[in-house]
């Protein structure tokens, strides 16, 4: 929200330009700009709950050795500006910030924040805590060894497996599983295209092959193209 400047302490803003690598062959790497908070501007920082987990490499290959055996393909989605779409800030102090002058803000104005944006450090925490009330909403039991680790089962069998790093989601399950979990992320929050078989989750190139001529159902994964991609330091 716009409100007057009557001198409250207010963050700073900036841009931060990169260029997303390709994410699979024969893609283009494109340009993307974001606008984040200088969130190091904070006095208090230390004191707020920022906790925010990720999942762990060893519940993706647990996973994906789940998926394989049961002819499910892997599937991943990511959410965009993940953060504004968080939980409401949750803090004792209200935070503004001075808008970036792309804006078109007029003198004197400041914004207040009802949603936590790039930069401040409890963003992924309040993200994090979105997701999982939308898990619980679908029914899923948090695993207890990896609290971004969700599992789906009805009438005693699993029916979807959904694992969460920051906003991209790696999952797979029953056409039922699937279609639900597809349509509830999609009703909550806004998401982009889902890529199903082939693609890379966090580095990692995943590549499907369904059961075919006596052979079961197979999963690869490398990281051969994020070597590739990372430039040589000298010494």
């Known amino acids: 929200m716009e409100v007057s400047f009557s001198g409250q302490r207010a963050l700073s803003m900036r841009w931060v330009l990169t260029v997303k690598p390709l994410a699979l062959p024969g893609l ?3 340009p993307k700009a974001r606008l984040c908070v200088r969130g190091n501007e904070e006095r208090d920082k230390a004191l707020i709950v920022s906790f925010s987990p990720t999942v762990s490499r060893s519940t993706v ?3 994906l050795i789940l998926l394989s055996p049961m002819g499910w393909e892997p599937r991943t989605v990511d959410v965009s ?3 504004l779409q968080g ?3 949750h803090r004792p102090a209200p935070v503004y910030v001075r808008p970036p002058v792309e804006a078109g803000v007029s003198p004197g104005f400041l914004w207040l924040f009802a949603k936590c944006a790039y930069g401040l450090v409890d963003a992924p925490r ?3 805590e979105r997701v999982f009330a939308l898990m619980r909403q679908l029914g899923t039991v948090r695993s207890p060894a990896d609290p971004c680790l969700f599992v789906l089962v009805q009438s005693g069998a699993v029916i979807l497996v959904v694992a969460l790093h920051v906003d991209d989601f790696l999952f797979g399950g029953t056409v039922a599983g699937v279609a639900l979990f597809e349509q509830e992320l999609r009703a909550a929050f806004s998401v ?3 890529a199903v078989g082939s693609f890379v989750f966090t580095g990692l190139a995943v590549a499907f092959w369904a059961a075919s001529g006596g052979q079961p159902a197979r999963i690869r994964v490398d990281q051969q193209m994020y070597v590739g991609s990372l430039d040589d ?3």
């Open 61 to 63: 290959r647990l996973l």
């Open 126 to 128: 309040m993200w994090y």
């Open 87 to 89: 939980m409401p800030i």
């Open 81 to 83: 500006t993940a953060f």
């Open 28 to 30: 283009q790497p494109r």
């Open 192 to 194: 982009g295209p889902v």
């Open 233 to 235: 330091i000298l010494i």
